[in-house]
C-alpha cells in the first residue's frame, strides 16, 4: 500500500485510485471536524439531556391543558411578602438573575483558561460555583415554603390541580440536582486550575467543557421560567 502511494505537490500523500486507495482512506482515521474527545462527549450527553428535559415540558403542557381541576396561579403561589403586599415572582426573579449572571462570569473563566490566566480562571470558576450554591440555597426555600407552609405534595395540592405538585417537584428537581452536581464540577475544575493541574497537562480544554454544561443547565432554566412560572 505504501509504495503504492506518490506525493502530490504539497507535500501530502496521494492514496492509489481504486480499492486499495477507498481501504488506505478509511484506515487513515481522518476527521471532517477536529473536535477533542471530551467536548464531543460532553454534546452528545446534552444532547440527551435536552430529550429528557423536553419530554418533562411537554408532559407538564399536556397535563395543564387536560386537567379539569384549575390550575394555580404562578403568580399567587410564588409570591413573597416583605412587610406589606406580597411581590408576585420575586424569589424566581431573584433566582433567575443569580443564574444569569454565573452564565457570565463562566464565560470570563473559559476566556481566562484560554489566555493560561490561572488565578482569575480559578476564582471566577469559584464565583460561579458560588452563584450556582445560591441558587440551589433559595431553591431549597422555595420547596420549604411550598412543602411546609401550603402544603403541596407530589399528589396533592391544596391551591387546586393536584398534578401541580408532581410537576413543580419533578421538572424543578430534576434541573436543581443538575445545578448542585455543576457546582462540585466546578469546584473539582477550579481546583485543578488552581494547582496547576491543566497547566500540567498543556491544556484548559476541561474549563470550556465545564462552561458548556453550565450553559446548558443556564438555558433549561430559561425555559422553565417561561414555560412554569409565566404561563
Same mark, same amino acid.
Not at 8 to 15: M, N, P
Not at 207 to 219: C, M, P, Q, S
Given at each position: 500500500m505504501a509504495q503504492d502511494a506518490a506525493l502530490?505537490?504539497?507535500? /501530502? #500523500? $496521494? +492514496?492509489p485510485a481504486g480499492l486499495k486507495g477507498v481501504a488506505g482512506d478509511w484506515s487513515a482515521d481522518k476527521q471532517t *471536524?477536529? @473536535?477533542p474527545w471530551g467536548k464531543a462527549m460532553m454534546w452528545i450527553f446534552l444532547l440527551s439531556d435536552t430529550f429528557i428535559f423536553s419530554c418533562f415540558l411537554l408532559s407538564y403542557m399536556k397535563v395543564r391543558i387536560s386537567t379539569p381541576v384549575p390550575w394555580p396561579n404562578p403568580s399567587e403561589v410564588f409570591a413573597l411578602s416583605f412587610g406589606g403586599d406580597p411581590i408576585p415572582l420575586i424569589l424566581i426573579a431573584i433566582m433567575t438573575f443569580v443564574l444569569i449572571t454565573s452564565s457570565g462570569t463562566m464565560a470570563m473563566a473559559v476566556n481566562f483558561g484560554y489566555r493560561r490566566d490561572r488565578a482569575k480562571t480559578a476564582l471566577l470558576m469559584l464565583a460561579t460555583a458560588l452563584l450556582g450554591a445560591t441558587f440551589v440555597g433559595m431553591q431549597a426555600f422555595e420547596w420549604t415554603k411550598l412543602i411546609v407552609d401550603e402544603g403541596v405534595r407530589p399528589w396533592a395540592n391544596p391551591m387546586g390541580a393536584p398534578q401541580f405538585g408532581s410537576s413543580f417537584f419533578m421538572i424543578t428537581g430534576f434541573h436543581g440536582l443538575h445545578v448542585s452536581a455543576g #457546582?462540585?464540577? +466546578? +469546584?473539582? @475544575? $477550579?481546583w485543578r486550575v488552581w494547582s496547576g493541574f491543566y497547566d500540567?497537562?498543556?491544556t484548559y480544554e476541561t #474549563? /470550556? @467543557? $465545564?462552561? +458548556?454544561?453550565?450553559? *446548558?443547565?443556564?438555558?433549561v432554566w430559561v425555559f422553565i421560567f417561561a414555560f412554569f412560572y409565566l404561563w
Open positions: 502530490t505537490s504539497s507535500g /501530502e #500523500v $496521494a +492514496l *471536524f477536529i @473536535v #457546582v462540585i464540577y +466546578l +469546584l473539582v @475544575v $477550579a500540567r497537562k498543556g #474549563v /470550556e @467543557v $465545564a462552561g +458548556l454544561y453550565w450553559h *446548558f443547565v443556564d438555558l
